[in-house]
């Protein structure tokens, strides 16, 4: 006696055709996550480049600085009075850039929850959508069954 598997796969694909799937669901669900993606990569390039910017312009400002210390002094108490000078000015540069670098952080931080925010409002009125979209659907396909049985 030799017995014979079922092939299930005409039960499978019946089902499967039962619960159709809508792609587009996925394909806008892709695009707002690479359109949030492109929004916040601007962000960081942005950010990127002034604090590139504040640091340079800091590494110069500091660097002109130096000129005064490398200076030959006549007497010794002028070396003393060279170095206080270029720590009290780089103390002073110091505090504003890194006022300017928490501006950047700053600016970062509330783009980042703006652009989330209304990232997260896009993707909930996509779900909805489908969900709605979704429960139409089976209704309907339940509708169907339930009139050829």
Do not use: C, I, R
Not at 13 to 37: E, I, R
Request: net charge negative.
């Amino acid at each position: 006696m030799a017995t014979k598997t079922q092939d299930f796969t005409k039960v499978w694909s019946d089902m499967m055709a039962a619960f159709p799937v809508d792609m587009s669901v996925m394909n806008d669900a892709m695009k707002t996550s690479a359109a949030l993606g492109e929004k916040m990569s601007k962000v960081a390039l942005d950010a990127a480049a002034t604090s590139t910017d504040l640091s340079s312009k800091y590494a110069k400002e500091t660097l002109s600085k130096m000129t005064g210390v490398t200076k030959a002094q006549k007497e010794p108490a002028d070396y003393t009075k060279a170095v206080t000078d270029f720590a009290s000015a780089q103390a002073e540069s110091t505090a504003e850039h890194m006022a300017a670098f928490a501006e950047v952080a700053k600016k970062v931080q509330m783009e980042t929850v703006e652009l989330l925010m209304a990232a997260g409002k896009d993707m909930s009125e996509d779900a909805t959508a489908a969900v709605k979209k979704a429960t139409d659907e089976m209704t309907a396909t339940a509708k169907k069954a339930a009139k050829a049985a």
